[in-house]
């Protein structure tokens, strides 16, 4: 199947074009290379010494015999380049990653909040109307985030995308099924939150065929195919905006920096290894939905922990040692999380379990590439709000005088 | 109070700009003539003869001896503009009319639906991010409209903004009061959804005191007000994107053209005088919300009315002939509609009832500015996919073969 990758040069975007150019589809690339911006902009860039797309693409061609064409411009902007490319490259699927993806970096200030919430919910509303405008029958599949929920099911599961509620009507009390109320809780969070209503409104005003697929926070940098050569290897963050908590702590422990705990770390979260990330994807554009149909809402997480936990499990693992540092976002301090992952369990997704692979993630990563860490980089130094940037600056100050 | 109103030309923004200015308060408008600029782009400007915002301020000065400073900038581009006029002015209160407001216009093409979305989401997370820096606590009264709710109401009033549900949960089936789930109907009405979820997030993550108007159709043009000087008399728009329903009948009704109806017209939707809105607006203001309160919404209507049935009504009165269209809107072709106002009713609003203002309406406007209509921008045009424009087409095609 053709399809194409929106955002093909990050994180996820990258192994996934790979994953999907190496079982056989044929790949196309946008990028506008923001995410490499925003390293130089932030002055922290990836652990992992990752090549250029140019590179990147020359050494696949090299080494698969497949060939991935990349477009350089900006989705949610160069609406024209975009329809153009539709209508040239005519598409079965497109798999949009193009939006920033950092909660932290979302809330770091103003300009940043701005900037996320025009990059992501005009580039979100631009790929539905070019495909609209394109006449063909393109299915999307969009990189949603679990975190559009809330954090805290209350004992019950997290159902995929939809909540069935009862309602009080005139013939008494009905059931009714509903998008599941979005709580976000920073600013990349409610831009997807507005993407889901705008697919919500492309499913039913124009039949768009649309997958979210709700994902938990990923962990791990290296899939099959980005180990396949060094030119290929994919990004690892560990800074305070981009690093993953999990891969924080990972980096931490090779380097021998205490775990950086947040609050109290009751926070329990959803994750995903990077190699099912991709895995789930290529299930999702073999499963699309009907013309018609309402948009499918697939929670793609493979297993739930408590953020003390992980650090624990870390610790264990390598024998460093644990801080608690102020939270920085506004959120509850412990949580209970239960999510509903039926649909790509059904469809054959065999997860790979954090206590199995989180040696190799050190061993070939974090140990690997420790010697280019740059420890200034690691803190959080994004605040929510006023009160949150008061006591993380109180507790600079304490530590200071100690 | 110090009032900040954004978009204070516009239909709403300017008559709510004299009242507020009229009743005490120092007001200052921002607005960067959009919809004067799209009239220009339409050919089809207001019925009414309106005046440069420079004579209308100057008209009024001259008037009532109060002084309306306007700043030209685009809210939702030129942030720093805006936050330096918040440090400047420090506004109590803002109130919010930056944003395009016909659904018509905001599904006329893939231009059309990208400029309504960068323009709506833009500016309201602007405001919203500029009240954060700034420091102020300021209050943010928002237009947004009853719309958002989907149309149809199963015999049940739509609540105020929030919906009291039941769901399951491990302990058995327990009541939360949610959001009331959002079912746009075009793209303008997205854009004030996802307004809705940037209110949420910014209530209870810094706190801002938000209240949401959701309005229903605003009827008539004049004003105490705007009826104090030729120059100062508001936009009255008849034509197929920004002409409301009912002033469309009303000047059909005077120029002599049938009074059209889209599809059987049992479309039911909510009204509210214009003068009535200014009085909403004033009383929003005052009854602000408190900081940590969750945002407050009201809906900012005073009837219900079948389309058919007010197409009647105005027929009755003029004798005008009715005539049905095509519907160019995905939509049910018939709905009840309920809704509680009780919170502005209870805040003291005294309604204007259809039945009392139509005449003057009719008199006032519609007949005595009827020679400046061209009746070729009376058609919507705009329909809301491939489908309703097909449909559209053929129907054109019949009546040009009769």
């Known amino acids: 199947m053709r399809v194409l990758i929106l955002g093909g040069d990050g994180f996820c975007g990258w192994p996934t074009s790979l994953h999907l150019s190496a079982r056989g589809h044929e790949v196309a690339i946008v990028d506008n290379g923001s995410r490499r911006h925003i390293d ?38 160069d609406f024209d380049a975009l329809l153009a490319l539709l209508k040239d490259f005519r598409p079965a699927a497109i798999v949009h990653f193009a939006e920033q993806r950092a909660a932290p970096y979302s809330m770091k200030s103003a300009r940043h909040k701005r900037y996320t919430v025009s990059n992501n919910v005009c580039a979100t509303h ?16 969009h990189l949603g985030t679990m975190g559009v929920y809330g954090y805290g099911s209350a004992g ?31 600013i ?29 926070i990923v962990w791990g940098a290296q ?41 109290a ?5 959803a994750f995903i290894n990077i190699q099912d990330t991709v895995r789930c994807v290529e299930l999702a554009l073999a499963d699309a939905p009907q013309r018609g149909e309402r948009v499918k809402v697939m929670n793609q997480m493979t297993e739930c922990w408590r953020v003390r936990d992980l650090a624990q499990m870390v610790a264990g693992l390598t024998g460093a040692e644990l801080t608690h540092l102020p939270n920085p976002r506004v959120e509850a301090e412990e949580n209970d999380l239960m999510v509903d992952n039926g649909r790509l369990l059904g469809l054959g997704l065999r997860p790979i379990r954090l206590e199995d ?20 980089k690691i803190p959080s130094i994004s605040c929510w709000n006023a009160e949150r940037a008061a006591a993380a ?3 600079q100050t304490t530590q200071a005088a100690e």
């Open 126 to 141: 631009d790929v539905l109307a070019a495909i609209v405008e394109s006449g063909l029958d393109i299915h999307l599949a």
């Open 265 to 269: 770390g009751g926070q329990t979260r």
């Open 156 to 186: 019950v599961s997290v159902p995929e995308g939809y909540l069935t509620v009862r309602v009080e009507t005139a013939e008494g009390w009905a059931t009714r099924e509903i998008l599941y109320p979005a709580s976000p809780g920073s």
């Open 40 to 77: 130089d902009e932030l002055g922290a860039g990836s652990l992992t010494p990752i090549a250029t797309l140019e590179t990147r693409l020359a050494a696949w061609r090299e080494i698969s015999g497949r060939d991935i064409p990349a477009h350089d411009f900006t989705v949610g902007q």
């Open 357 to 376: 692979g989180l040696l190799l993630e050190i061993a070939e990563v974090a140990r690997r590439y420790a010697h280019r860490a740059d420890l200034s």
């Open 188 to 216: 990349y969070h409610l831009t997807k939150t507005q993407d889901a209503l705008a697919f919500q409104f492309y499913a039913r005003n124009d039949g768009l065929r649309i997958t979210d697929l709700h994902q938990g």
């Open 223 to 263: 899939t099959l195919e980005t180990r396949a050569d060094p030119r290929l290897i994919n990004r690892f963050d560990y800074d305070g905006d981009y690093g993953t908590v999990l891969n924080r702590f990972l980096m931490q422990a090779a380097v021998g920096y205490p775990l950086t705990v947040h609050g």
């Open 393 to 395: 600056g109180a507790a």
